[in-house]
């Protein structure tokens, strides 16, 4: 049997011995290898540069194979008890888990953001009240709160604001009435979060159609458009039959008895006539958001 540069004549009973020492030999010196550069420690974090230096390691044989795939099963997630946080999630898609604020508790929402925060430069947290804002702020300094769209943002964006005003490129986000503004402020805050440049045009529902048209410039610029609506729900189909760019239709839950909480502009934008159009679920911003992004940014 061979250890390094050393061989060994060993009894047949001995073996397994044997193999269970060089295995453990193997899991120690990758452990003290891996502790040391590869964000086990909760304030760091796993990124490209530290999986490269990991596979790296596999490669020259400073690490074990069956070391670095334990690693790997312990990395992506970090398992707090009431959650299982996905910190390999922005390895994967470009961004870090969000968090929905919704259906938690208070202490449940901070403990996730800390941690998050711990691992990744910027965390988005949706649905948040002012109360839930305040308890975050308290242990995340850096964090802003937007109340319109009830999102918190723990952290520094990929790109500032004065680097997205010059995209060519932009999302534009709309919204039929003003009651429609928090689901259309969520996708927006949302979309700039991530990095796109964002334009908005609110209160242009078709009750008024001379309002959408005096927005045609930026109607027409746009890479991708989210337009957000109750009621019955028709202006995605007007702005799918004006713009040559996809439409993210978003309902809102705004509206009078027969509108059934959103229903009723889901299924009209389900239906529209227009090509184009896709639909997320009811007030879902967030969704649109992130989508339009995806768009704008492929």
Same mark, same amino acid.
């Given at each position: /049997?061979?250890?390094?540069?050393?061989?060994?004549?060993?009894?047949?009973?001995?073996?397994?011995?044997?193999?269970?020492?060089?295995?453990?030999?193997?899991?120690?010196?990758?452990?003290?290898?891996?502790?040391?550069?590869?964000?086990?420690?909760?304030?760091?974090?796993?990124?490209?540069?530290?999986?490269?230096?990991?596979?790296?390691?596999?490669?020259?044989?400073?690490?074990?194979?069956?070391?670095?795939?334990?690693?790997?099963?312990?990395?992506?997630?970090?398992?707090?008890?009431?959650?299982?946080?996905?910190?390999?999630?922005?390895?994967?898609?470009?961004?870090?888990?969000?968090?929905?604020?919704?259906?938690?508790?208070?202490?449940?929402?901070?403990?996730?953001?800390?941690?998050?925060?711990?691992?990744?430069?910027?965390?988005?947290?949706?649905?948040?009240?002012?109360?839930?804002?305040?308890?975050?702020?308290?242990?995340?300094?850096?964090?802003?709160?937007?109340?319109?769209?009830?999102?918190?943002?723990?952290?520094?964006?990929?790109?500032?604001?004065?680097?997205?005003?010059?995209?060519?490129?932009?999302?534009?986000?709309?919204?039929?009435?003003?009651?429609?503004?928090?689901?259309?402020?969520?996708?927006?805050?949302?979309?700039?979060?991530?990095?796109?440049?964002?334009?908005?045009?609110?209160?242009? %529902?078709?009750?008024?159609?001379?309002?959408?048209? %005096?927005?045609?410039?930026?109607?027409?610029?746009?890479?991708?458009?989210?337009?957000?609506? %109750? /009621?019955?729900?028709?202006?995605?189909?007007?702005?799918?039959?004006?713009?040559?760019?996809?439409?993210?239709?978003?309902?809102?839950?705004?509206?009078?008895?027969?509108?059934? %909480?959103?229903?009723?502009?889901?299924?009209?934008?389900?239906?529209?006539?227009?090509?184009?159009?896709?639909?997320?679920?009811?007030?879902?911003?967030?969704?649109?958001?992130?989508?339009?992004?995806?768009?704008?940014?492929?």
């Amino acid at each position: /049997m061979s250890f390094g540069q050393y061989t060994i004549e060993v009894t047949e009973n001995a073996l397994p011995i044997l193999h269970k020492a060089r295995q453990a030999l193997t899991v120690i010196s990758a452990a003290g290898y891996i502790g040391a550069r590869f964000a086990l420690k909760k304030e760091q974090r796993l990124d490209k540069q530290r999986l490269r230096e990991l596979l790296e390691g596999v490669k020259s044989g400073s690490v074990g194979v069956d070391a670095a795939l334990d690693a790997l099963r312990r990395l992506p997630y970090e398992d707090v008890g009431f959650a299982k946080l996905d910190s390999h999630r922005h390895l994967r898609t470009g961004f870090p888990e969000v968090v929905l604020c919704q259906g938690k508790t208070t202490e449940q929402v901070v403990e996730i953001v800390k941690r998050l925060c711990a691992q990744s430069p910027c965390v988005l947290a949706t649905r948040a009240s002012e109360e839930v804002y305040q308890a975050v702020a308290n242990e995340v300094p850096h964090a802003t709160y937007n109340p319109a769209a009830r999102v918190i943002v723990a952290g520094k964006p990929s790109r500032s604001p004065e680097e997205q005003a010059s995209d060519d490129k932009y999302v534009l986000v709309a919204c039929a009435g003003t009651a429609d503004i928090p689901v259309a402020e969520e996708a927006a805050v949302t979309a700039q979060t991530l990095g796109s440049r964002v334009e908005k045009a609110y209160d242009v %529902g078709v009750a008024g159609l001379h309002r959408l048209l %005096g927005q045609k410039e930026l109607l027409l610029g746009a890479n991708v458009v989210v337009a957000a609506a %109750g /009621m019955e729900g028709a202006l995605a189909s007007v702005i799918g039959g004006l713009v040559s760019r996809p439409v993210i239709a978003v309902p809102t839950s705004v509206g009078y008895g027969a509108s059934f %909480g959103g229903l009723a502009a889901l299924l009209a934008m389900l239906n529209s006539c227009a090509a184009g159009v896709s639909v997320v679920n009811i007030d879902n911003g967030f969704g649109a958001g992130y989508l339009a992004h995806l768009i704008n940014v492929s």
